[in-house]
């Protein structure tokens, strides 16, 4: 049993060294600034919540590689990035990936829904984390900030700062993570 256990983690080990220098080999454009980790990490279950008030956890999303991207409507290069997002979730969207958009500022979801009806945003989700809880826990320091976590749920790179989510080396980052094993 122990030979096992020994052989798992080491198995499991490689899998996320060979998975972080994949991503690495892929930072171009604007995803050089992506930071990849040779080892996973937890990501928080605190709450956030949807245009309606309802409360959601990252665990919902589970099995899916998932582009959470921390932004404010008083941001201007959020407000830059978020056509580029909702055209990232329009291309690959679906039940191997999604793009969780979770305003941190103190903006209401009018005024939300106001600003992605101006900008034209159909694909993405209106969440919020008014109170900070899981920005905190993620230890978000500015907008915007955007987190890659893998099917398994744990955070894999991060990118701070505004990018272009829809050129290629950025649908090539996420390629990478959805064609990984769960």
């Known amino acids: 049993m122990l030979r096992l256990i020994v052989l798992y983690t080491a198995l499991s080990l490689c899998?996320?060294?060979a998975a972080a220098a994949?991503?690495?080999a892929?930072?171009?454009?604007?995803?050089?600034?992506?930071?990849?980790?040779d080892q996973p990490l937890g990501t928080p279950e605190l709450p956030f919540r949807d245009a309606e008030g309802q409360e959601h956890?990252?665990?919902?999303?589970?099995g899916k590689v998932v582009l959470l991207n921390f932004w404010g409507v008083s941001c201007v290069p959020c407000r830059i990035e978020m056509p580029d997002l909702d055209a990232l979730q329009a291309a690959k969207g679906g039940k191997d990936f999604e793009v969780l958009t979770l305003a941190v500022d103190t903006s209401s979801q009018p005024v939300i829904g106001r600003f992605f009806d101006k900008a034209g945003i159909t694909h993405l989700p209106r969440y919020t984390d008014i109170?900070?809880?899981?920005?905190?826990?993620?230890?978000?320091m500015g907008q915007p900030s955007t987190v890659l976590?893998?099917?398994?749920?744990?955070?894999?790179?991060?990118?701070v700062g505004?990018?272009?989510?829809?050129?290629?080396?950025?649908?090539?980052?996420?390629?990478?993570?959805?064609a990984e094993a769960p």
């Open 26 to 37: 892929l930072k171009a454009g604007d995803m050089k600034k992506l930071v990849v980790y």
């Open 57 to 62: 956890r990252l665990a919902e999303f589970r």
């Open 162 to 178: 505004p990018a272009d989510w829809n050129a290629p080396e950025a649908h090539a980052v996420i390629d990478a993570l959805i």
């Open 22 to 24: 994949d991503l690495t």
């Open 131 to 140: 109170r900070l809880g899981l920005a905190s826990a993620f230890g978000i």
């Open 149 to 159: 976590i893998d099917r398994s749920g744990h955070e894999v790179a991060r990118l």
């Open 15 to 17: 899998a996320n060294a």
